[in-house]
T-cell receptor, first 108, second 116 residues
Framework: GDSVTQMEGPVTLSEEAFLTINCTYTATGYPSLFWYVQYPGEGLQLLLKATKADDKGSNKGFEATYRKETTSFHLEKGSVQVSDSAVYFCALAGKSTFGDGTTLTVKP | GAVVSQHPSWVICKSGTSVKIECRSLDFQATTMFWYRQFPKQSLMLMATSNEGSKATYEQGVEKDKFLINHASLTLSTLTVTSAHPEDSSFYIC????????????FGPGTRLTVL
């Protein structure tokens, strides 16, 4: 069945550091891919998405490119801020198969 | 747009009582709604999928008699935890999908349930 493998956390970075959170998937066909963010005590918010191969989703300085060849959808940000501290989930469309989540802590 | 609300945001109840959680799509019609459970520092576990006007489809291992789901209208789904016990304490999150944005889910803010 469909599955998502997400980089294990937690990840701790200093402010303005570069962020990469790896995500690879296994799926039938080419489903849409998503990154969600969950701030402490809150539900999930859609961060960005890509609906087909080579699409790049971007939002709030975060980017992810749908790579069909490597079945990956890695999340990147060039300069993280303290306010980016949260849990990040990679997900497939459909029933939304989720990765296990990666906790990011950014220290000033 | 695409706002989903949940009520209550948190609830504390005694063991043996039942608790109802509401999930509403505020500005769109949700043909499908999903209920998830999230344990501390863990990912979301899909409990069930509900389509308006039909019975919910439960994931393997989820007790349908314990977690009653009703999707009575295109904007409302309810999850009732019956005869709650402390092990049912968790963060419950719903999401909704419209017919137009078929491949995207919109999440509610979650409900924190604590069973004493």
């Amino acid at each position: 069945g469909d599955s998502v493998t997400q980089m294990e956390g937690p990840v701790t970075l200093s402010e303005e550091a570069f962020l990469t959170i790896n995500c690879t998937y296994t799926a039938t066909g080419y489903p849409s891919l998503f990154w969600y963010v969950q701030y402490p005590g809150e539900g999930l918010q859609l961060l960005l998405k890509a609906t087909k191969a080579d699409d790049k989703g971007s939002n709030k300085g975060f980017e992810a490119t749908y790579r069909k060849e490597t079945t990956s959808f890695h999340l990147e940000k060039g300069s993280v801020q303290v306010s980016d501290s949260a849990v990040y989930f990679c997900a497939l469309a459909g029933k939304s198969t989720f990765g296990d989540g990666t906790t990011l802590t950014v220290k000033p | 747009g695409a706002v989903v609300s949940q009520h209550p945001s948190w609830v504390i109840c005694k063991s043996g009582t039942s608790v109802k959680i509401e999930c509403r799509s505020l500005d769109f019609q949700a043909t499908t709604m999903f209920w998830y459970r999230q344990f501390p520092k863990q990912s979301l576990m899909l409990m069930a999928t509900s389509n308006e006007g039909s019975k919910a489809t439960y994931e393997q291992g989820v007790e349908k008699d314990k977690f009653l789901i009703n999707h009575a209208s295109l904007t409302l789904s309810t999850l009732t935890v019956t005869s709650a016990h402390p092990e049912d304490s968790s963060f419950y999150i719903c999401s909704a999908r419209s017919g137009r944005a078929w491949n995207e889910q919109f999440f509610g803010p979650g409900t924190r349930l604590t069973v004493l």
